[in-house]
């Protein structure tokens, strides 16, 4: 979604895509409606599970291949139900402005996630729960792409699959660059928030349909400037140059229903919805 609108007026030289999809798919003509996506497909992409460690393993993978251009200074993932709230323009200025890293972290109140064996490599003091829909300048995407102690780690006691290339020397301890970092994501998600403790439980993210979809929903989320983290009693708020800014530059999940009215009704930038409609050659 995000290339078909927000991309169609951009410079080509300011942006590139990289995309993990089902081993053996390629986007092309007959495959997508899409020209920004034809033939960027990984070439080593892995069959992934949900919130098991090969989620971690295609997002590094996504890495290395965006580290391989040294034009790419700035490192975004989103997915095929993410849409852009702003035009490209706005939120490449937005993101190039700021030479922090955006990557959302919290305090996991739950007990169960954190396994005791998992220390001294990863303190319980330093466990921390955040989206993985996070935005990296080059130095921290590095830092992922060279790890191979912290992921190794994940991938034995948290069931989730990065590794450290000693010839690069990187230590690769995200908490020693908290400094360098924003805790929040710039990616909207509006969650299920149950009023039972089963329920809670299963908490899960809302998908926009048709019907809350809306120029208002939209408004709302773009007006948001900050964020409270009830888990440490703490207020982010969204901040570039001592200027306050709106938090989010994109938002999930949207079906197909809500992309289609942001885009035949202009929501978010002006757009020719006949081309979804235009059969692949």
């Known amino acids: 979604m995000f290339g078909c609108w927000s991309l169609q007026n951009a410079d080509a030289a300011n942006f590139s895509i990289y995309i993990h999809s089902q081993p053996g798919f390629v986007f092309d003509e007959t495959t997508s409606r899409s020209r920004f996506f034809y033939n960027r497909q990984l070439s080593n992409s892995i069959q992934v599970a949900w919130g098991e460690s090969s989620m971690i393993q295609a997002e590094r993978l996504l890495f290395e291949a965006a580290l391989e251009d040294p034009a790419n200074q700035r490192f975004v993932l989103l997915s095929d139900s993410c849409v852009p709230l702003y035009n490209f323009s706005y939120i490449y200025n937005y993101m190039m402005a700021s030479p922090r890293s955006y990557v959302d972290s919290f305090l996991d109140v739950k007990e169960g996630r954190y ?26 995407a590095e830092v992922i792409v060279d790890d191979q102690v ?65 120029p208002q929903r939209i408004k709302e989320i773009k007006d948001v400037n900050h964020v409270y983290y009830e888990t440490e009693f703490r207020t982010e708020w969204c901040r570039a ?29 002006s757009f020719d919805i006949t081309a979804f409609f235009d059969a692949p050659s």
């Open 115 to 140: 396994n005791p064996k998992m220390s001294p490599v990863i303190p319980k003091a330093k466990w921390r729960k955040g989206s993985q829909w996070i935005s990296l300048v080059r130095s921290h």
């Open 150 to 214: 912290i992921f190794s780690v994940f991938k034995k006691f948290c069931k989730r699959r990065p590794p450290i290339d000693a010839r690069k020397g990187k230590q690769n301890i995200m908490s020693e660059l908290e400094s360098e970092l924003e805790r929040r994501t710039l990616t909207y998600t509006e969650w299920n928030l149950s009023v039972t403790k089963m329920e809670r439980e299963g908490w899960h993210p809302i998908t926009f349909s048709y019907a809350n979809a809306g």
């Open 241 to 269: 140059n001592s200027t306050s800014v709106p938090c989010f530059l994109f938002a999930r999940k949207f079906s197909r229903g809500a992309a289609m009215r942001l885009l035949s009704e202009g929501v978010v930038a």
